[in-house]
Structure formats: C-alpha cells, structure tokens
C-alpha cells in the first residue's frame, strides 16, 4: 500500500506538490519559534523543506524524507539545507540524538496501526529524555471535508505542465475512452479534457 499509493506517488507529483506547499502552517512555525535557542531538530517527512528554515538564527534543523525528489526539491531551495533520504519506520539516527522532532502530515500516510505506531516509536527513540514531538495528521471531522470511512484514497490532480515528456499508464475503454478508475491499483488516470493525471495518496483519517 505505502509504495504504491504514498511513496510512488509522491515521487511523481513531487515538483507540483512543492509548489502548492509554500506557506508555513502557522501553528507549525509558532512550535518552532518557541523552542530553546540552540536545540537540534529532526523534520521526519520533511516534504520540500517549508520548515527547515524557520528559525533558522536559533536552531538546527536536518529534513528527512523517503522522496528522492522532494528531497532534491529541499536543495534547490537552499543549498544549506541539512537533508538526507530516509525511511521514518527506521530512521539512520542514533537514540536520543535531537532536542525536538516535528511530523507534519506524515503518519496518517501509514496504513496500519502497527505501522503508524511504528513510526512514532522512531520519533521517541530518536527524542533526548524531555524533548518534545509535535505531530500533525489529517482528522476523521473536518470542517470542509465529509469521509465515510477512515481509510480513504485522495486524488492528486497532478497537471500536464509537470508530466512533459513522461509516459502516463491509463484505463481504457473498449473504444479508447479514459474511464474512472475506482479500484485504485496499479494505474492512474489521464484526463485529456482537464490536461491532468490523477493519482490516489493512501490516508488514515484519525478520530
């Protein structure tokens, strides 16, 4: 599940989704801002680096993240970015070797509790005894947002700017037309009128 429909994905729309993720969530910097001015900090996960550089004059921070390309997305943007590829189910890091670890909108890319337990296991190996883990993950109840179950698929309408000169695979029809796909396995979806591919992110909703 976690290759095909998280780290698959991800590795394809990397440079869209980077470009969608350019603000900071506030409650994320406001985290950061309040940490002891000298702490070492690990952003498992850390995406395309939107928090590696808040608070940059207090802390040191290293990005983590199991895409090559949104890693390489994180060095692009600052070259003193300190980042390196890595699983978060089994961090190359030793115990108890950072004050702080943030998870921004990570975990719930898990799909079974084992794993997403797992993972969070990592966060507290890796924590010196009093630091603090801020994690986020999307929630069951959202305002703006109606799930009938916990473990859903989220398209990503990744747009055509972005797949230029790559092969997209797509269901077919008998007579050629692209049609819905809704077992989620194996293929994503071209949409010639909407110039778009659609893939589907694995997400637990959390209660």
Known sequence: ??????????????PHFSNTRYKPWPKVVEFLEGLEPGSLVADVGCGNGNYLGVNSKN??????????????????????FQTFVAD??????????????????????????SLRIKAISEFHRILRSGGKALIYVWAYEQEHKK?????????????DTY???????????????????TSFIGTAIKDDAKKTTVYHRYYHMFL
């Open 88 to 113: 978060s189910l089994k961090l190359p890091l030793r115990n108890a070797c950072v004050d702080n670890v943030i998870s921004i909108a990570v975990v719930h890319h898990f799909s079974t509790d």
């Open 147 to 159: 799930f009938q179950q916990q473990d859903v698929f989220v398209k990503w309408n990744l747009q």
């Open 163 to 181: 797949t230029k000169g790559k092969k997209v695979n797509k269901k077919e029809t008998k007579d050629g037309a692209a049609q819905e796909q």
């Open 59 to 80: 802390l040191f921070m290293t990005g983590t993240d199991r895409s090559f390309n949104l890693i390489d997305i994180c060095k692009q943007k600052d070259i003193t």
């Open 1 to 14: 599940m976690e290759k095909e429909h998280v780290y698959d994905v991800y590795e394809k729309i990397a």
